[in-house]
C-alpha cells in the first residue's frame, strides 16, 4: 500500500492596493508541499498575465514557480509608479 506522503503547510497571503479585490488583505492557507507561488495566484484567480511585484519574507521573487515553505509570508504587489 503506498503512502500520500504530501504534508500541508500554511502560509500567509498579503494583498495590497487594488489586488484586495481577489482576497482579503491578509489571509492564512494551507497549501500542500511543494505548491509555488503559481499555486497561491491560481486558488485567488489572479491570471497569469497580470504583472506583480512578489515577496517572500520580504525578498522579492519573480519566479512564479519558486516553492512556498511551511510559514512564509508572501506579499503580492501591483506594479508600482510613481514620480
Known sequence: ???NNKKNITATIKFFANLRDF?????IVTLLTGSTVSTVLD????SKETK???L???????????Q???GDIVAIFPPLAGG
Open 1 to 3: 500500500m503506498k503512502m
Open 23 to 27: 482576497a482579503p488583505p491578509k489571509k
Open 43 to 46: 486558488m485567488f484567480a489572479i
Open 52 to 54: 506583480l511585484i512578489i
Open 56 to 66: 517572500i519574507n520580504g525578498s522579492p521573487h519573480k519566479k512564479r514557480d519558486t
Open 68 to 70: 512556498i515553505k511551511d
